[in-house]
T-cell receptor
């Protein structure tokens, strides 16, 4: 069974440009999460989808970040326009069902560098 | 508010030594979940263990063991007879039991370096 896959694995863009990160969760997982770790900080929650609906987007830093999950399958996270402080690792994760104690499985992360 | 503290930023050991990674958490919830993840150089966060707040039994999985103590709000992780392949960043995380799915609060991580 395929795990959580993320694309691209690395991205270097200039300040002001746009980047779109993609996440394919484990097949059948209703829950999809985005987290990020900026340099020297903890891994922080960004948002949570249940199927195609945003369940919780309290961690989204500002309106330059837009996440979508059309059709309840893969998700995209767009940063527009990118700023230097957006550099970091963006992790996608997924978990099955409704039970809040289910294990969350993470992808390898998308490493974003804004120069 | 929830908080996870991993006070050890970096630990270096020599192969075959035992090593314990500390994790202290704060929560006002009576029901919650604790997790440990490993991040090897490849970057992926690898799930190691999940423990719910009602199960204080210690767990052993091969060379890995976990000590959960509610009285001290700690969930420490011990690697016995460490190996070079154990070198990674280890994260402790906490999740409330709420609604649909869960939201993890992570500690800052502990870098473990195992030297041969």
């Amino acid at each position: 069974e395929a795990g959580v896959t993320q694309f691209p694995s690395h991205s270097v863009i200039e300040k002001g440009q746009t980047v779109t990160l993609r996440c394919d969760p484990i097949s059948g997982h209703d829950n999809l999460y985005w987290y990020r770790r900026v340099m020297g900080k903890e891994i922080k929650f960004l948002l949570h989808f249940v199927k195609e609906s945003k369940q919780d987007e309290s961690g989204m830093p500002n309106n330059r970040f837009l996440a979508e999950r059309t059709g309840g399958t893969y998700s995209t996270l767009k940063v527009q326009p990118a700023e230097l402080e957006d550099s970091g690792v963006y992790f996608c994760a997924s978990s099955p069902g409704q039970y809040s104690g289910n294990t969350i499985y993470f992808g390898e992360g998308s490493w974003l560098t804004v120069v | 508010a929830q908080k996870v503290t991993q006070a050890q930023t970096e630990i270096s050991v020599v192969e075959k030594e035992d090593v314990t990674l500390d994790c202290v958490y704060e929560t006002r919830d009576t029901t919650y979940y604790l997790f440990w993840y490993k991040q090897p150089p490849s970057g992926e966060l690898v799930f190691l263990i999940r423990r719910n707040s009602f199960d204080e039994q210690n767990e052993i999985s091969g060379r890995y063991s976990w000590n959960f103590q509610k009285s001290t709000s700690s969930f420490n992780f011990t690697i016995t007879a460490s190996q070079v392949v154990d070198s990674a960043v280890y994260f402790c995380a906490l999740s409330e039991a709420w609604g649909y799915g869960n939201k993890l609060v992570f500690g800052a991580g502990t870098i473990l370096r195992v030297k041969s």
